[in-house]
């Protein structure tokens, strides 16, 4: 799969800015109920800096789309997939930005269309007044017919006025030296995965006074805003307009939602005039040992049924205390980690990829996760073709799915009519195992 690089900020002089744009697509699902198919689960996120043009403020919006959210349909040798995306901003009074662009989009093989770990990243800029403003977007899909809308209002910082002051924060998720410039690639989740340990965030310094540098401190706090963790640093100042990035050791954040909040001080004799300025933005820790789509331990370890026995499942269950329940699902995944020098443990990341994929495509009167095609979804992985018949006139709608390689084909049913397919071929052991 080739990646594009794209610019965030026309201007940076210090550092070139870049994000992968990986073309995005998941496969057309005739199975989804067209009456209420599944939203999709996007990020969303707004960035301001200074802008170039006097009194205005550069508005950057990024739109993070998971490759599992979007439906594809195969074109000759390829899979190709089409979004239309309607924006909307307005203060109290009108709309003072709008736009709508379709997306085309493309992959050139099935796997490659089902991934939760790859995401496709659209960003929107425009220089705008400073003040309280409500971000309108719709995103369509424009083969599922399915649509997202999000709603939010966003304050955009002044940065012309203040003499000294900072910029939004950015999560980066990579920053890489290149040919002696450092490109970075942002993080529009607001995730940070504690497996990582170094989490890095990207920020502006303005300032129109003389400084030769600055104390910056991290302080990050936890929901009941008790301070958990600090890290400061002097930072020189390259002119009116510095940018930075800053790694710090992430690992011993073990709460799921913390406030970063970053203070500047100008360094300089008289304590009394020294310029502060401050910035803040909340982040989701992922916690150490458990990949990104684990969200609920209880419910983890109950996902486990197709490849786990009852007696560890129950073992699981019982254990006294959350922190138990963790280490025992920690221990049952290490034993099946296909390589245990990593930190990561691919084998457990893919299952509950499925689930998750099984439980944003398949949910209908349970969640997708236990349905037939969540049950053979999650133990074979995506089918490498499928055939589909919706609307045929002497059988109910079905759907054939084959995996060649493991010489295993699988029969579903929509006996309702309202998306609810079921297994057919092959039928289940008395354990639930498909035969």
Same mark, same amino acid.
């Given at each position: ?7 965030? /900020? ?18 057309? !699902?005739? +199975? =989804? ?8 689960? /996007?990020?969303?996120? *707004? ?11 550069? +508005? ?34 009108k709309q003072v930005w709008s736009l709508t662009r379709r997306i085309s989009l493309e992959a050139e093989n099935f796997s490659e269309t089902v991934s939760t770990r790859r995401t496709a990243v659209q960003q929107f800029s425009k220089d705008i007044d400073p003040g309280s403003y ?15 809308? *999000?709603? $939010?209002p966003v304050s955009v910082p002044n940065f012309f006025l203040p003499t000294f002051s900072l910029s939004n924060i950015m999560l980066v998720s990579k920053a890489l030296q290149e040919n002696g410039r450092i490109n970075i690639i942002p993080n529009f989740s607001g995730r940070f ?5 170094? /989490? ?5 310094? #303005?300032?129109?006074?003389?400084? &030769? ?19 400061? $640093? ?11 990035? @800053? ?5 011993? /954040? ?22 502060? +300025? ?5 982040? #989701?820790? =992922? ?12 419910? +983890? ?14 073992? *699981? ?16 995944? %290490? ?22 994929? !099984? ?9 997708? @996760?236990?349905?037939? *095609? ?21 059988? %109910?709608?079905?759907?054939? @799915?084959?995996?060649? %390689? ?7 049913? &929509? ?9 057919? #071929?092959?039928?289940?052991?008395? @354990?639930?195992?498909?035969?």
């Open positions: 799969m080739k990646s594009m690089d794209g610019k965030i /900020l026309k201007r940076g002089r210090f550092f070139v800015f870049s994000f992968l744009l990986f073309v995005v697509v998941t496969h057309s !699902a005739f +199975a =989804q109920s067209p009456q209420q198919p599944p939203p999709m689960q /996007l990020f969303l996120d *707004m960035l301001c800096f200074e802008s170039d043009s006097a009194g205005k403020t550069a +508005a950057n919006i990024y739109l993070q789309i998971p490759y599992s959210e979007v439906t594809f349909i195969k074109k000759d040798n390829r899979y190709i997939a089409s979004l239309d995306v309607i924006l909307s901003l307005k203060d109290s009074v409500n971000l309108e977007i719709s995103v369509i899909d424009n083969e599922s017919k399915k649509t997202v809308k *999000m709603d $939010r995965l504690q497996d990582e340990q170094n /989490l890095t965030v990207f920020f502006e310094v #303005y300032s129109k006074i003389q400084l &030769d540098s600055i104390l910056l401190t991290a302080t990050f706090f936890n929901e009941k805003d008790q301070k958990i963790l600090q890290f400061t $640093r002097t930072q020189e100042l390259q002119g009116s307009r510095t940018q930075v990035i @800053w790694g710090m050791d992430g690992s011993n /954040l073990s709460t799921n939602r913390v406030k970063l909040t970053i203070e500047a001080v100008g360094l300089g004799k008289d304590s009394l005039a020294l310029p502060k +300025a401050a910035s803040s933005r909340i982040i #989701y820790v =992922q916690l150490r040992g458990l990949p990104a789509t684990i969200t609920d331990i209880n419910k +983890a370890i109950e996902q486990l049924r197709y490849i786990a026995k009852p007696s560890e499942i129950d073992k *699981m269950r019982n254990a006294p205390t959350e922190e138990e329940k963790r280490k025992l699902f920690i221990e049952f995944w %290490k034993k099946l980690d296909p390589d245990p020098n990593t930190p990561r443990n691919e084998l457990m990341e893919e299952y509950y990829d499925r689930v998750a994929y !099984a439980n944003q495509n398949f949910t209908r009167f349970m969640e997708g @996760w236990q349905s037939d *095609m969540g049950m053979v979804y999650i133990q074979y992985g995506p089918p490498e073709n499928i055939e589909r018949h919706p609307f045929e006139s002497d059988s %109910k709608p079905y759907e054939i @799915w084959y995996y060649y %390689k493991l010489n295993r084909e699988f029969v579903f049913v &929509d006996e309702t009519g309202f998306g609810d397919y079921r297994l057919q #071929y092959p039928l289940l052991d008395l @354990w639930g195992r498909i035969r």
